[in-house]
């Protein structure tokens, strides 16, 4: 009966949303319909049911609100590592010049990356059946890794820009940071299982 309830809950949540104009809220439903599913068939723990809820996107008004006073610093960072190569940077808004010569677009969403790490987290502390608050606080301490990944990633996609590749160097801030990120972290998770198996 409770995982019949969150199929349903979802369903409801999608039509009233649809019906209402926010369909980013809409994208939550899936989510919850799918935890259900698993509830009712007896598919996975709970921890891996939780597991869903970190696909849901970060809702863009959190996204706005740590873009950015954070990612200015990020990018005054990149731009002073970028002077320190000989070539005069600096940041316009969100993109990294240098004279007429446009860089790298950054990508302002390292919120985002937060919770990716945070699910990782996750995910590592599922596979490895880790006590429910030691799972919570590494959450917490590898999602404040967001910002330094971010800054990294940056000054990276900066110095291939500076090799003459701006294309690349924009698909990897864009993109690549965020992929990188989470195929490293779920092969560190899976390594590690690895060991445990062994050990045991």
């Known amino acids: 009966p409770i995982g019949t309830l969150w199929i349903v809950a979802g369903l409801a949540w999608e039509v009233a949303a649809t019906f209402a104009g926010a ?3 809409a994208r939550h439903a899936p989510v919850l319909a799918a935890i259900g599913l698993c509830q009712r068939d007896g598919v996975a723990s709970w921890r891996s049911r939780a597991l ?3 696909a849901v996107p970060v809702p863009a008004f959190a996204v706005k609100l740590g873009e950015r006073r954070v990612a200015s610093w990020m990018g005054e960072g ?3 590592v970028g ?3 000989g070539h005069s940077v600096e940041l316009v808004g969100s993109v990294l010049q240098s ?3 446009e860089w790298v677009v950054m990508n302002r969403a390292w919120i985002s990356t937060a919770a990716l790490l945070a699910g990782l987290a996750w995910y590592d502390g599922a596979l490895l059946r880790r006590s429910l608050s030691a799972t919570i606080a590494t959450c917490a301490l590898v999602a404040a890794l967001a910002w330094p990944i971010q800054a990294l990633g940056l000054v990276l996609g900066l110095g291939v820009a500076l090799l003459g590749a701006s294309g690349l160097a924009q698909a990897w801030v864009h993109d690549g940071i965020w992929l990188s990120t989470a195929l490293a972290g779920v092969a560190f998770s899976e390594a590690r299982l690895r060991r445990a198996e062994q050990a045991s």
Request: no cysteine.
């Open 78 to 80: 990149a731009a002073w």
């Open 23 to 25: 369909v980013r809220w």
């Open 52 to 54: 869903l809820l970190f």
């Open 99 to 101: 004279g007429a010569d």
């Open 83 to 85: 002077s320190l190569t």
